[in-house]
């Protein structure tokens, strides 16, 4: 397991750009492949995107292809995702989570989860 910490959500105007960062701990980031997951208010956890191991690969939701870009820096245990012309429809909380079988998109494929930070978006 990997232990995950979630950073850099606030309030963003529509149009607006926003960095999330996530920590994880231990020595073995580097194993996991990392995915964004988003949730709004009563609605269900949704994918967002997703990146492999060395960072050379990664997938979107196309809600957000074009407009979001996930990143890793393994020397420094943290994942990113880049936001940008965001809409008031990307407002939720986000989550990262770890896996080891790159390629999921359902929550259940990820095994270790942050604690989220607020994503708003005003119009």
């Known amino acids: 397991q990997v232990q995950l910490v979630e950073s850099g959500g606030g309030l963003v105007q529509a149009g607006g750009s926003l960095r999330l960062s996530c920590a994880a701990s231990?020595?073995?980031?580097?194993?996991?492949?990392m995915g964004w997951f988003r949730q709004a208010p009563g609605k269900e956890r949704e994918f967002v995107g997703a990146?492999?191991?060395?960072?050379?690969?990664?997938y979107y939701a196309d809600s957000v292809k074009g407009r979001f870009t996930i990143s890793r820096d393994n020397a420094k245990n943290t994942v990113y995702l880049q936001m940008n012309s965001l809409k008031p429809e990307d407002t939720a909380v986000y989550y990262c989570a770890a896996t080891t079988l790159y390629g999921g998109r359902g929550t259940a494929d990820f095994g270790s989860w942050g604690q989220g930070t607020q994503v708003t978006v005003s119009s």
């Open positions: 990146i492999s191991r060395s960072g050379g690969s990664t």
């Open positions: 231990g020595r073995t980031f580097r194993s996991y492949a």
